[in-house]
């Protein structure tokens, strides 16, 4: 069964509008956390937010927040203010119980593409 | 920069050859963990090492193998490469075992093997 979903293959905004990507996540741990990572078209992968399951606030860092509906199992990605630097894949990430240890498991990515 | 240093950026080889990639983590980094990424398959957790110990074991073919080594940095071997091999394969790094959910990833730029 599929972990992380992010339905939206890709996705066109203007230049100084927010923008939320979404993510949907599966799990039956009651303990769990969720990031979010950005590769630009360079390849390497960015840590952009992290969000744990018992964490009261929502996560912000900067221009990026992230929409947590523990509920709804989602954890969607708000970028406040986008840029033409925000145009990249964005993947959801969920560190699941794993042999003992935690693994990352990451779903599909989302491509942002920012028009001036 | 994340800190993680991937060597070589590109490699391109013929199917049958063996390679091996090299990964420097971050500095005190003690955890390296090694991922594939492919156009059908997306990220894919192959191995993690902890402090020169095999953590835990992903989707790795009984073709590839890795090692961490005192230094800490680590290798990944791919051997009898096909062409199904191709892919951006990424090393990642932590100052964490693998046993909190808050342990954050930090990658490298990948390598990207193409295999003709």
Known sequence: AQKITQTQPGMFVQEKEAVTLDCTYDTSDPSYGLFWYKQPSSGEMIFLIYQGSYDQQNATE?????????????????ISASQLGDSAMYFCAMREAYQGAQKLVFGQGTRLTINP | DSGVTQTPKHLITATGQRVTLRCSPRSGDLSVYWYQQSLDQGLQFLIQYYNGEERAKGNILERFSAQQFPDLHSELNLSSLELGDSALYFCASSDNRGGTRREKLFFGSGTQLSVL
């Open chain 1, 62 to 78: 900067g221009r990026y927040s992230l929409n947590f509906q523990k509920a709804r199992k989602s954890a969607n990605l708000v």
